[in-house]
């Protein structure tokens, strides 16, 4: 059977726009049930029975099963339902796309900063737009109209119109997303990442563990020289990372998880997930990091209330030894101040 011009117009709009063409078949009867209304309102919207025949592209309304077509429906019908139709077919392709970046969640993306409003940055990814709000942007970044990044795509929410691809950078997921894409080990599903704690911008703890004895599951993330980890650190803008290995038991997990401080001594209460650390004086404030926050990121990275205290050997802090105070007797003490004279 030849292909009528109105076929293969139907099958050019659907495979330009990556729809189906039942789909825009679907929404030119739409079209035709409004168009039809128009001109007869009292007639019931169920009781209308558009017909358009996929090859030919003839158009008929049935009411009630009867032909009811009026004359010259075909050109009245086309001019009222383009505007339907276009808005149908968008709505249509549309909804594709977010199909598609719905498979694409806990993936990363790179996209070009198309507009950066005040609440949000919004990127071309290529078919799609994706926003990022204020609170998945890193705050020591500045984002610039036309500057290329990577993003997390973290999920599709409802907006003020309609379903809304979100990216992040800010998520920890990003980071673990990075590392997927970095490390072969991680991408195969021989070293898995365990847990992970960030505060964006400045600092990550992450914890993995390798299936294989043979492969060092941190060894494989840092890569050789560090340049698996170097080129993640500098995707980031020199956010700090520390991977460590994970252990099943709290102790050692805790222990590892204040690197790089040195730990000399732990105390856990299992049942109140809480543990007093000690470390030498010279390590507390590197336990403690800058403003709590490598305590605070452990914290996180274990689950565990962490209590840090000194172990009191800092030898800057011991007492200089006293003077031996002298035997002799004031007489000779005043002798030996005029000899000096």
Do not use: H
């Not at 077509?69 to 009245?76: A, D, E, S, V, Y």
């Not at 290529?126 to 973290?154: D, F």
């Amino acid at each position: 059977m030849a292909i009528s011009e109105f076929n293969a117009a139907l099958n050019q709009v659907a495979s330009e726009r990556g729809i189906s063409p039942d789909s825009v078949i679907n929404s030119i009867k739409l079209a035709l049930v409004s168009a039809y209304k128009k001109d007869f309102p009292n007639v019931p919207s169920e009781d209308i029975d558009p017909q358009v025949d996929p090859l030919t592209g003839e158009v008929k309304i049935l009411v009630a099963g009867k032909d009811a077509t009026p004359p010259g429906f075909g050109r009245i019908a086309a001019q009222t339902a383009k505007q339907v139709i276009l808005q149908k077919i968008r709505e249509t392709e549309k909804q594709t796309i977010i199909e598609e970046y719905k498979k694409k969640v806990g993936q990363i993306v790179s996209g070009y900063i198309f507009r950066v409003d005040r609440n949000a940055v919004v990127l071309d990814l290529g078919r799609a737009q994706g926003v990022m709000p204020a609170n998945e942007q890193v705050p020591t970044e500045t984002y610039m109209a036309n500057r290329k990044i990577k993003v997390l795509v973290k999920e599709i929410a409802e907006g003020p119109k309609g379903e809304e691809v979100i990216v992040s950078r800010s998520s920890p997921r990003f980071i673990e997303a990075l590392f997927t894409q970095e490390v072969p080990e991680i991408s195969s599903g021989v070293v898995k990442v365990e847990a992970m704690a960030r505060e964006a911008g400045n600092r990550t703890k992450m914890a993995v563990a390798s299936s294989d004895e043979r492969v060092d599951p941190v060894g494989a993330c840092v890569g050789q020289k560090g340049v698996r980890v170097q080129s993640i650190v500098a995707e980031l803008g020199d956010e700090k990372i520390d991977i460590i290995d994970y252990n099943e038991d709290p102790g050692k997990f805790i222990i590892a998880s204040l690197s790089p401080a040195k730990v000399v001594g732990i105390k856990v209460n299992e049942k109140r997930r809480e543990s007093e650390v000690t470390v030498p004086d010279d390590q507390l404030s590197l336990a403690i990091g800058k403003d709590g926050q490598n305590v605070r990121l452990a914290a996180k990275l274990t689950g565990w209330k962490i209590d840090i205290k000194g172990d009191g050997s800092n030898p800057q802090e011991e007492k200089a030894p006293e003077k031996k105070k002298s035997k002799k007797s004031p007489k000779e003490v005043a002798k030996t101040k005029k000899k000096d004279k």
